[in-house]
């Protein structure tokens, strides 16, 4: 036993450790964090740990932390350094270490940092980071009783060289890349360098204060200026990353945005060309017609739960080789690794395109036309949110309504769906309505709204 170590309750998420620098999370955090994942490494037998970290300003020093922690738990460390979260899951995967974590806010604030981790090949997450805290409770933290070594092994060059080996493409195309100041920007910079066709960049120096915009490519303000030089350029497409180069956001010639589910479809009609009958999966909050279109072009469409971790536990039990998620993470596991890279995703796409007649531009036009709304989220609480989810599920089961509760509650109507859940990571619900007309989608939004009323939450704003 030694020192105790206390997180704020606010900081062990489902998928991640984040909080707000200087709030709930401090270098001491960082440190308990090493202990605890160096006691976990230990009991699996393993004796080093692939360390990342990417552009924030708080970043380097909880790296440090971090890396004392781990040291002090007689794990070797390897640094790879500054670079985006798929980075450091390749170098965990292709370097063999025994684990890895990088040290990373994601798309949230400038003030907030966490940490994302793996033990082996495979996600930590769930009740693996709420162990953490418990060894950190407790002091409960093991130890080789030698100091671990940290060793530099930078794999920035290594890693976009893999990212370029699986370009395939027949004719050059003119992109737009935003990096959004993020810590894809160097790989970014790279990667861009080693592909034909015309190249435009943004944002591409990593600067953890995000003096352009937010680097999030769900929010269509984020992609405002991209869509300008898109235009200015008279580009084919601009494509976007978030904070730490996990998550795509992509918009076609004339600036429109390519929604997750949208990018799916053209990535999963490629892929089966070569592969049919692959399962491909899709979360909850995808669109219809992105199962429908998978399974038109001959794959195996399955709908799972939304957050990056339990994607890729799902891929990796289905042998399904892509997977995708609304929020724009893209999953290969189609001559890549399985997890979760949004330049590796630019990569396929761009090859597609360079392999076909058809623009980006007209390949949006000819995809489904469904009306839907936004993903929108509204406040609950952390107690409250999963109960509303039961209440409300459990009154439609008992109307006969059509439901599947894979994740929270997914209404089937003849107007098309709605969904209601709740969200893992934060204090809030989430609902989203799908439908094939205007007034589809309005009766939709008036059945959430009732839903919800019966509960006694008010609906959120659809407007």
């Known amino acids: ?76 460390v390897w640094r790879v350094g500054l670079g985006p979260t798929p980075m450091l899951y390749f170098a965990t995967t292709v370097l063999g270490a025994g684990g890895g974590v990088m040290v990373t806010g994601s798309h949230n604030p400038p003030t907030h940092n966490g940490f994302k981790m793996m033990l082996g090949k495979r996600s930590f997450f769930g009740a693996d980071i709420k162990r953490l805290g418990e060894i950190a409770a407790g002091g409960a933290y093991g130890s080789k009783g030698a100091r671990g070594a940290a060793i530099e092994k930078p794999v920035l060059d290594r890693y976009v060289e893999r990212l370029r080996q699986d370009y395939r493409g027949d004719r050059a195309l003119t992109v737009v890349w935003d990096a959004g100041n993020g810590a894809a920007g160097e790989a970014m910079t ?27 490519p769900t929010e269509p303000k984020n992609l405002r200026q991209l869509q300008a030089a898109v235009a200015a350029e008279k580009a084919d497409l601009g494509i976007a990353f ?39 999966i899709a979360d909850v909050k995808a669109s219809q017609a992105l199962f429908d279109e998978v399974a038109r072009a001959g794959g195996k469409p399955l709908m799972w739960r939304t957050g990056h971790s339990l994607i890729k536990s799902k891929m990796a039990e289905t042998g399904a080789p892509l997977a995708g998620e609304m929020s724009g993470h893209i999953f290969f596991a189609d001559r890549y690794y399985g997890y979760d890279d949004a330049l590796y995703a630019a990569v396929r796409l761009l090859s597609l395109l360079a392999r076909s007649r058809q623009s ?10 469904l009306v839907n709304t936004p993903e929108l989220r509204f406040p609950s609480t952390d107690e409250r949110k999963f109960a509303v989810v039961a209440e409300v599920k459990a009154r439609l089961e008992q109307a006969g309504a059509q439901v599947s509760d894979i994740d929270g509650v997914r209404v089937t109507t003849p107007d098309g769906w709605w969904l209601l859940r709740a969200s893992n990571t934060q204090a809030v619900l989430v609902v989203r309505c799908e439908a094939k007309d205007e007034a589809g989608l309005e009766r939709l939004k008036r059945a959430v709204v009732a839903a919800l009323a019966a509960s006694g939450v008010e609906a959120p704003d659809f407007a």
């Open 1 to 76: 036993m030694s020192a105790r170590h206390r997180f704020d309750p606010s900081v062990l998420r489902e998928y991640d450790i984040r909080g707000i620098v200087g709030s709930t999370l401090a270098p001491a955090d960082a440190t308990a964090v090493g202990r605890a994942f160096g006691t976990v490494l230990l009991e699996a037998g393993a004796g080093t740990v692939a360390v990342g970290y990417d552009g924030r300003l708080s970043s380097p020093e909880l790296e440090a932390a971090l890396v004392e922690g781990l040291c002090e738990a007689g794990i070797e």
């Open 360 to 369: 980006l531009t007209e390949m949006r036009d000819g995809l489904p036309h």
């Open 242 to 280: 978030d904070g730490d180069g996990d998550r795509i956001g992509v918009v076609d010639g004339k600036g429109r945005i390519l929604w997750g589910d949208q990018l799916m479809i053209l990535l999963a009609r490629d892929l089966l060309a070569e592969k049919p009958g692959s399962t491909v």
């Open 190 to 216: 790279r990667l861009s360098r080693g592909l034909p066709g015309n190249h435009t960049l943004l944002n591409e120096k990593i600067d953890g204060s995000f003096p352009a915009h937010h680097p999030d």
